[in-house]
């Protein structure tokens, strides 16, 4: 009978592939920006030959529509990509840095060398462009690395397995599947980066693991994004964006909106245009949200039960269904909900909802709403709808977060020239483009002496040192 491997075995396998991995670092450290992008471009053509793959796993995993694979998955990778390949070699190059006047006769510059072994854990939700857009930045910047996908979105995970087989030998890039003591026996070993995204929870646990080896991380995390709503906004466009940016994924997206802020004066025109946004989306033609072909599930019953019970806390505590509210625990479906009556002590004010649960709160004055958005953790993002430009400045000024996106939703996460990243509580570092491959680089400083001496300072100190070092200070 075939046996199951124990953890020492899990263990060893892990650290055989870090101990290759370790030995081949250096040589990847020198490799061409040429030879960096050909490895690049095979996953490009990889991912070209087998996207009805990659769709169909997912499919597999949570009923995910190919469109929203092709949109919230492919683009952004191919984005990633596309600019990566195009601006590599300037990236590598050393960047000459101002010389001040009291070190005059040296040059200085600033070099972007390899950290070497990293880590990347990826989540479930978007399983595929959260595990490899990660990968392009860290080969970019020259580094070996070691994937570990979520064991949650296992027809995914498989086909990243066989992905990366097919393309990089062991000692480059390699995979380990399987549950949270796979991700334990991984952050036991001393990297030189981790990429974590997922929860703050689990965000927490991969900090303090790589503060054990002092270890740098980047953590993509999440939070309670809010957007608010004030009474210039274009209610209808606001509308639409807010339902897609909520029910895409079936709501399982870190930047998802989490909760809304309407200036009462507009509530009940706005809430009528999400309704119908929301039934155009996902019931067109009068069919339940359930038939719809376009409405992803919740990942799996653990996940749905802890949505179902944020609901469930809400409406025991005075909230109310506006629209939406069905449930099926058979096939993981929740329906875009929306609830009034909300208050702070429900549950889902206090935990991100991660699902297609939208509470909806009112506001008389901006610093109202401010008040409730900067009382909790910073968030991933804050989306502002408004066409007030004194308005939108005003809250930008005094708020905080990883993101905000003014009269749209989620589009932050496909612009490769914008940051994208947390603060505090919501994340660590940033990705896209340029800071992607910053994250997975020490920046390194070069000082070169051309000509001169600094031998005048040196002691002993007599007083014509002395004096010539207070001139140094007071006026060079």
Excluded at 1 to 17: E, F, G, R, S
Excluded at 214 to 230: F, H, N, R, Y
Excluded at 398 to 420: K, M, Y
Aim: aromatic content about 8%.
């Amino acid at each position: 009978m075939p046996t199951h491997p124990t953890a020492a075995d899990l263990q060893y396998d892990i650290q055989l592939a870090f101990d290759a991995q370790r030995r081949h670092a250096r040589q990847m450290a020198l490799t061409t920006a040429d030879q960096r992008i050909e490895r690049i471009r095979r996953i490009q053509q990889w991912v070209n030959a087998h996207e009805a793959e990659i769709q169909q796993a997912m499919f597999d995993d949570f009923r995910k529509p190919s469109a929203e694979v092709s949109l919230g998955e492919l683009m952004a990778l191919h984005a990633e990509i596309k600019h990566t390949i195009r601006h590599l070699k300037s990236w590598m190059k050393p960047q000459s840095l101002p010389t001040p006047t009291a070190l005059i006769g040296t040059r200085s510059q600033l070099i972007h060398e390899p950290k070497g072994n990293v880590l990347i854990i990826a989540p479930w939700n978007y399983p595929f462009v959260l595990c490899i857009r990660p990968l392009v930045s860290a080969i970019a910047a020259g580094n070996v690395a070691i994937l570990k996908p979520s064991e949650m979105t296992p027809h995914t995970a498989r086909l990243i397995k066989r992905m990366i087989s097919d393309l990089f030998p062991a000692e480059e890039v390699t995979v380990f599947e399987g549950d949270a003591g796979v991700s334990k026996a991984l952050l036991e070993l001393p990297f030189n980066h981790i990429f974590f995204t997922g929860s703050p929870a689990v965000g927490r646990v991969v900090m303090a693991a790589a503060a054990k080896h002092l270890t740098s991380v980047t953590l993509e995390l999440g939070g309670k994004s809010p957007a608010i709503i004030d009474e210039t906004a274009d209610l209808k466009q606001a509308a639409g964006q807010l339902a897609w940016g909520k029910c895409i994924n079936n709501g399982q997206t870190c930047i998802a909106p989490d909760y809304l802020l309407v200036q009462q004066s507009v509530k009940e025109p706005f809430i009528r245009a999400l309704k119908e946004s929301l039934t155009a989306m996902y019931s067109p033609d009068g069919q339940p949200v359930e038939a719809s072909r376009s409405y992803a599930r919740i990942v799996n019953k653990h996940h749905f039960d802890r949505i179902q019970g944020l609901l469930s806390d809400a409406l025991d505590k005075g909230a109310t269904v506006t629209h939406g509210g069905s449930v099926n625990p058979d096939t993981n479906f929740i329906e875009p909900t929306l609830l009034e009556g909300i208050s702070d002590d429900m549950r889902l004010m206090q935990e991100e909802i991660f699902g297609p649960i939208l509470p909806v709160l009112t506001y008389d004055n901006v610093d109202d709403a401010l008040a409730v958005v900067n009382e909790r953790d910073k968030p991933l993002a804050l989306y502002i709808h408004s066409r007030n430009r004194k308005s939108i400045q005003y809250i930008l000024d005094r708020s905080s977060a990883g993101d905000t996106v003014v009269n749209d939703t989620l589009l932050q996460f496909g612009n490769v020239e914008l940051p994208f990243g947390g603060v505090n509580n919501s994340g660590l570092g940033k990705s896209n483009g340029f800071f992607s491959f910053q994250e997975f680089s020490n920046q390194r400083g070069v000082m070169q002496r051309e000509f001169g001496t600094m031998k005048f300072i040196y002691p002993p100190y007599t007083e014509k040192v002395k004096k010539m070092i207070n001139f140094i200070v007071k006026y060079i």
